[in-house]
């Protein structure tokens, strides 16, 4: 809910029409603007690409999910990086009136493992919601997976039925929506940072396919689970998120030359294959310290961090040692509550006085 009000806050403070500078390596990225922006804009909406606004108004009934599949994606963002330097929220706009806005989308195109991130995670969230309109007979190309609605195994007592999800049109919309604007600028001078990208989306894509699992219900006499009914269910995204979060702590530096195949720039580790699911990189990211606008960076000034926190929430690191404030704030809230007879409830006001801590 708080995050969700966060969103909305940083769409209003950005609005979508700010953000069109396409960088060749970002080209098609703008898509996700729509999970952020207040007014449900869309098939015709500015920050999409040509292509992918043909394909919308091809799918009308897509649209609700493309916009459902950013909001996925970005939410999971902020809330996998919220303890963090670099916390998934763009830059404020310029002050300067008229100033180009750079925010996420220079984000979007510096070759950064959280640029990986980002697309890895708004690519999973298209193919989950897409599948998720599937399952529910939203959408006329596709449905459940019909090739299990029979079979199982009998000796085991469980057989197929419901509605599994089937990610395959999700998977190729997905693909089609974002990764063909993409292999548009391959041959050209954003080459390595497209390649880069498309293999990032694909790895999100892959984390929905690996973490699909089966859910199954018990039928019987008063509950004996003597047969079940068992279905194929994608992940929750929050699992699909912590996935994603953990190929980005673990990501891989890519070479910048231009070679047919994707290599390591570690050369004693080239022997390595990449898996489809790594996600990839180009450019040693920058500490997330300070507000850069034109890199698009909020910096961390004014973040509440925890005094007695060793991880990256901790005041020392989230503040970059710059020290920080300490406001008190009060809460009131209603405590002791007792029940009355008959019929209702007593509580006192308590208040509690609690240190809020905020880098410099
Ligand atoms: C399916 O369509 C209905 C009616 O338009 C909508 O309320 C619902 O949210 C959709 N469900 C999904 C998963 O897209
Ligand atoms: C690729 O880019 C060219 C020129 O920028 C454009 O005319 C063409 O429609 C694009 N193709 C696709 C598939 O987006
Ligand atoms: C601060 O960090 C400590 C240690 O990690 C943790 O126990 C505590 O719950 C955190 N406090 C808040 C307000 O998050």
């Given at each position: 809910?708080?995050?969700?009000?966060?969103?909305?806050?940083?769409?209003?403070?950005?609005?979508?029409?700010?953000?069109?500078?396409?960088c060749p390596g970002a080209?098609?990225?703008?898509?996700?603007?729509?999970?952020?922006?207040?007014?449900?804009?869309?098939?015709?909406?500015?920050?999409?690409?040509?292509?992918?606004?043909?394909?919308?108004?091809?799918?009308?009934?897509?649209?609700?999910?493309?916009?459902?599949?950013?909001?996925?994606?970005?939410?999971?963002?902020?809330?996998?990086?919220?303890?963090?330097?670099w916390?998934?929220?763009?830059?404020?706009?310029?002050?300067?009136?008229?100033?180009?806005?750079a925010?996420?989308g220079h984000q979007l195109s510096s070759g950064t493992k959280e640029s990986a991130f980002i697309h890895?995670?708004?690519?999973?969230?298209?193919?989950?919601?897409?599948?998720?309109?599937?399952?529910?007979?939203?959408?006329?190309?596709?449905?459940?997976?019909?090739?299990?609605?029979?079979?199982?195994?009998?000796?085991?007592?469980?057989?197929?039925?419901?509605?599994?999800?089937?990610?395959?049109?999700?998977?190729?919309?997905?693909?089609?929506?974002?990764?063909?604007?993409?292999?548009?600028?391959?041959?050209?001078s954003g080459s390595r940072l497209a390649v880069m990208n498309?293999h990032n989306?694909?790895?999100?894509?892959?984390?929905?396919?690996?973490?699909?699992?089966?859910?199954?219900?018990?039928?019987?006499?008063?509950?004996?689970?003597?047969?079940?009914?068992?279905?194929?269910?994608?992940?929750?995204?929050?699992?699909?998120?912590?996935?994603?979060?953990?190929?980005y702590?673990?990501s891989i530096q890519i070479s910048d030359r231009v070679?047919?195949?994707l290599r390591r720039k570690e050369?004693?580790?080239?022997?390595?294959?990449?898996?489809?699911?790594?996600l990839l990189y180009l450019n040693k990211s920058p500490n997330y310290?300070?507000?850069d606008?034109k890199l698009g960076i909020?910096?961390?000034?004014?973040?509440?961090?925890?005094?007695?926190?060793?991880?990256?929430?901790?005041?020392?690191?989230?503040?970059?040692?710059?020290?920080?404030?300490?406001?008190?704030?009060?809460?009131?809230?209603?405590?002791?509550?007792?029940?009355?007879?008959?019929?209702?409830?007593?509580?006192?006001?308590?208040?509690?006085?609690?240190?809020?801590?905020?880098?410099?």
């Amino acid at each position: 809910m708080g995050r969700g009000a966060a969103l909305g806050r940083a769409a209003l403070l950005l609005p979508p029409l700010l953000l069109l500078p396409l960088c060749p390596g970002a080209a098609g990225g703008n898509w996700m603007w729509l999970g952020m922006a207040p007014e449900r804009p869309g098939c015709a909406s500015p920050p999409l690409s040509s292509r992918q606004k043909e394909l919308c108004k091809k799918r009308p009934e897509l649209v609700g999910a493309i916009r459902e599949g950013a909001r996925l994606g970005l939410h999971e963002c902020r809330s996998q990086f919220r303890h963090e330097r670099w916390d998934c929220r763009p830059a404020p706009a310029p002050r300067r009136p008229g100033a180009p806005a750079a925010a996420f989308g220079h984000q979007l195109s510096s070759g950064t493992k959280e640029s990986a991130f980002i697309h890895a995670v708004t690519a999973a969230g298209l193919v989950h919601s897409v599948t998720r309109a599937c399952s529910a007979g939203n959408v006329t190309e596709c449905s459940c997976d019909a090739s299990l609605q029979s079979g199982g195994s009998a000796s085991e007592g469980w057989h197929w039925g419901g509605c599994s999800d089937d990610i395959h049109y999700g998977m190729s919309f997905s693909r089609k929506f974002l990764d063909v604007p993409l292999k548009n600028v391959t041959g050209k001078s954003g080459s390595r940072l497209a390649v880069m990208n498309l293999h990032n989306n694909e790895a999100g894509r892959q984390a929905v396919a690996k973490l699909m699992s089966m859910d199954c219900r018990c039928h019987g006499v008063s509950g004996s689970c003597a047969v079940k009914t068992c279905w194929k269910t994608m992940s929750s995204f929050e699992k699909i998120g912590r996935f994603l979060k953990d190929k980005y702590e673990n990501s891989i530096q890519i070479s910048d030359r231009v070679k047919k195949k994707l290599r390591r720039k570690e050369k004693s580790q080239r022997k390595i294959p990449i898996q489809k699911e790594d996600l990839l990189y180009l450019n040693k990211s920058p500490n997330y310290c300070v507000e850069d606008h034109k890199l698009g960076i909020p910096g961390t000034q004014g973040r509440e961090c925890n005094r007695t926190s060793e991880g990256p929430d901790g005041c020392n690191l989230l503040c970059c040692g710059r020290g920080y404030n300490t406001h008190v704030v009060r809460h009131v809230e209603r405590c002791e509550c007792k029940f009355v007879w008959c019929c209702y409830v007593r509580c006192r006001r308590c208040e509690t006085m609690t240190d809020v801590h905020t880098c410099k």
